[in-house]
């Protein structure tokens, strides 16, 4: 599996990306290195996997040391078509977290379009995976939720279509059951997020896409009521509190724009966007500054000096400080916050597209980052923002990365505690 879709290619390799907004915003600064590369010096685009015994010295160099000691040797599981994203949750009502993944189309009918569900065993090892059709269809993300969406206390899928937003309710025996599209939920949907937004002990849905962002508020008997958000075309978006109000806000990005839509409860307000000076690549709402306050990561640039994880802070009155910006290896893509060394304050991971390498940036107890530790993955030119996912996948009570690999398939990073 060596080629990937041409839209793809298109967004590692742009130049430049139009902003989707429809205020009118100065020209985004025109980054300088807009030509991404893969450590071996090529422009990035899919080929077969390189020969590391063709690296030179200076190439080792720049890579870096590897095995963070953070992690165990990684695991991979092929999938046979192409994993698209991630999750991960209980679906299979044991108490043990699963590991979820959504595929898109390789010309394997036995696996395309395809929800997988590999279920934890008690010894923490993965079951071979289990798969569901879904309503997918081609040039679909494939975006992943998992919440409980009728109150019956198991943990459900939401999955993102062109047709909308298919729901596969957690049964009794464990099994999941599509029930179909969401009523009113929208069409050409790219990604949905699970969160309290009401702050009535449920979860509510925002789904992103071309048509921008809506809510779905999650009613009695398993019933959405649909509002909108922004018809700002948003293709991912993420959820925090960004304004210490107790109610959960929404950050999207689309090109060098990064814009928080903050949650006033009967309606969202779209705050004015954050410019940067070179591309965004995924944005996260976590506190890693040791105030107990959520802040916002953004992971943005290709090839270095332009390579770079920047931290907003939230200050004690709720709005965003100048941002503190940590250098990192080259084109970092998704990227999330958990904590990995069991220390109980977030920590920082993302995935390198083209230079296989995750780097995790541990928090100390002064609310600063420290300098990333990378641990080697497979060869992969690019990562879906939701093509990664931190969780407990072993059962020991520690923070796992699970990386969805279009080349490998699902790669599995357990924490080595």
Do not use: C
Not at 87 to 97: F, K, S
Not at 264 to 269: A, C, E, V
Not at 348 to 357: K, S
Not at 392 to 408: E, F, K, L, P, S
């Amino acid at each position: 599996m060596s080629l990937r879709r041409s839209f793809t290619l298109a967004l590692l390799t742009a130049g430049t990306v139009a902003a989707a907004s429809s205020t009118a915003l100065a020209a985004p600064p025109v980054e300088d290195d807009t030509r991404r590369v893969d450590r071996a010096g090529a422009p990035i685009r899919d080929t077969h996997r390189k020969d590391p015994a063709k690296d030179t010295p200076r190439d080792r160099l720049l890579m870096g040391p590897i095995m963070s000691g953070h992690y165990e040797p990684l695991e991979t599981i092929t999938t046979g078509s192409w994993p698209e994203n991630v999750a991960i949750g209980d679906v299979t009502g044991d108490g043990r977290n699963d590991v979820l993944l959504t595929t898109s189309y390789y010309f394997d009918e036995e696996n395309d379009y395809k929800l997988f569900v590999y279920s934890q065993r008690p010894d923490g090892s993965l079951r071979p995976e289990v798969k569901y059709q879904t309503r997918m269809a081609y040039g679909d993300a494939g975006g992943l939720a998992v919440l409980d969406t009728n109150g019956d206390g198991r943990l459900d899928v939401a999955v993102a279509t062109s047709s909308g937003v298919e729901i596969f309710a957690q049964s009794v025996a464990g099994t999941l059951e599509s029930r179909g599209v969401l009523a009113g939920s929208p069409v050409n949907a790219s990604q949905v997020t699970a969160a309290d937004l009401d702050a009535d002990a449920d979860a509510d849905l925002l789904v992103a896409g071309r048509a921008g962002i809506a809510q779905l508020t999650q009613g009695d008997g398993g019933t959405f009521t649909r509002s909108p958000v922004t018809t700002e075309n948003t293709t991912v978006v993420r959820v925090g509190d960004l304004d210490s109000d107790g109610r959960l806000d929404a950050v999207g990005f689309r090109g060098y724009y990064v814009t928080v839509y903050r949650n006033l409860g009967d309606y969202w307000r779209r705050e004015v966007p954050l410019v940067r000076d070179v591309s965004v690549n995924s944005v996260e709402v976590a506190d890693v500054t040791a105030d107990g306050r959520a802040d916002l990561l953004v992971t943005e640039g290709g090839n270095r000096p332009s390579s770079q994880l920047v931290v907003f802070p939230q200050t004690d009155t709720g709005t965003l400080a100048k941002p503190t910006t940590y250098p990192v290896m080259d084109i970092p893509q998704p990227v999330r916050a958990a904590d990995i060394d069991g220390d109980g304050r977030n920590d920082v991971v993302t995935v390198h597209g083209g230079w296989e390498r995750v780097s995790t940036l541990l928090q100390r107890a002064d609310g600063t980052l420290a300098p990333a530790g990378l641990d080697e993955v497979p060869y992969a030119t690019n990562y879906n923002d939701d093509g990664l996912a931190v969780g407990d996948v072993n059962g020991d009570g520690r923070t796992d990365v699970v990386i969805a690999d279009y080349n490998h398939g699902v790669v599995i990073l357990r924490n080595a505690g």
